[in-house]
């Protein structure tokens, strides 16, 4: 796309940036990207509007007015100093979840039992405890392998699938997002590709995407009930290549960081954590997301290796 784009308009008339991402962390929305590209492209001078009209339009319209000019004076920003606003993002980037151990576990516990229920959070906060029992043992003073395991696990446990998609778009909090930002009959359309309903690509076998009307929110309430079914017998998403992939690195995961724990020294520590660490790679859905799991246990298998090689080291006696 970005090849095409430049072909067409030159590449000193192009500018490239991820709008959506510097949105979401420095106003809070990724739906700020709209103003905030309109403020990069005015920085610029591709827009013959002056600024005064630009911001009394914002004012004018009476949605989400400060939130909007905002976003505009940051995309100005942005097209005079992209450095200089990345900064911005790393020292004032709000962090949601808690880097505090037992307020990590305490959150990532209520997510899983919101997720599915309380007995599925219940397997989570087992596996952590014997991770913190194991490396307790060690008398370092680090929890950094039990606070790696108590991130990547719930990541792994909570993968998004059909129920949880559905789940979220059911919940008050997306309407309410909405009608804060729009006004009038606006009206929604999702673009999905169901496993069990989606045609794939002739060349590559990827699922192709549909566009669904709002009549699906009634879908996704029906179905944000049925999570309760996920993993079951009859879970009919659950029987799809992906699905039961997803399931599989939970079991994986569980049984690398039980031999971790049976064999964790301190002179293996470190080996550990970044081999607890590996899954935060696995990102994206469909074949982006098989490529990154190929690749991480492509790592893990080198990483474990060593692991089990690994010999503590000695001091000898004088």
Not at 31 to 55: H, K, M, R
Not at 75 to 93: C, F, P, V, Y
Not at 267 to 276: F, H, Q, V
Not at 289 to 318: C, Y
């Amino acid at each position: 796309m970005k090849q095409s784009i430049a072909e067409s308009v030159s590449e000193n008339d192009s500018w490239f940036f991820d709008a959506s991402h510097l949105a979401s962390q420095l106003l809070g929305d990724s739906i700020g990207s709209n103003l905030f590209v309109v403020g990069y492209a005015f920085q610029l001078g591709l827009i013959p509007i002056s600024e005064d009209a630009l911001l009394k339009a914002i004012e004018l319209n009476g949605v989400a007015i400060d939130f909007n000019q905002r976003a505009f004076i940051l995309g100005r920003w942005a097209a005079h100093d992209m450095d200089k606003l990345s900064e911005l993002i790393k020292e004032e980037k709000p962090e949601f979840i808690p880097q505090d151990l037992d307020k990590l576990i305490e959150h990532r516990i209520k997510f899983l039992s919101d997720y599915q229920d309380a007995s599925y959070a219940d397997q989570y906060r087992h596996m952590v405890d014997r991770v913190y029992r194991a490396e307790k043992e060690l008398g370092t003073g680090s929890q950094e392998l039990t606070k790696s395991v108590a991130h990547v696990l719930a990541k792994l446990m909570a993968y998004k699938d059909e129920y949880e998609v559905a789940r979220l778009y059911s919940q008050p909090d997306f309407k309410k997002k909405l009608d804060e930002q729009f006004e009038g009959n606006y009206k929604l359309s999702f673009h999905l590709a169901p496993p069990l309903l989606s045609e794939k690509e002739p060349k590559t076998g990827h699922l192709i995407k549909k566009e669904y009307g709002p009549w699906v929110l009634k879908t996704f309430n029906m179905l944000a009930k049925l999570k309760g079914l996920r993993g079951s017998k009859f879970d009919i998403f659950g029987k799809t290549e992906e699905r039961k992939q997803e399931r599989a690195l939970i079991s994986e995961y569980k049984g690398v960081i039980e031999e971790i724990c049976q064999n964790l020294n301190a002179d293996n520590l470190k080996l550990a954590i970044r081999i607890a660490d590996l899954p935060r790679d696995i990102r994206g859905y469909g074949h982006v997301k098989e490529k990154a799991i190929r690749e991480v246990k492509a790592k893990e298998a080198t990483l474990l290796d060593e692991f089990r090689n690994h010999k503590p080291h000695q001091v000898a006696a004088q």
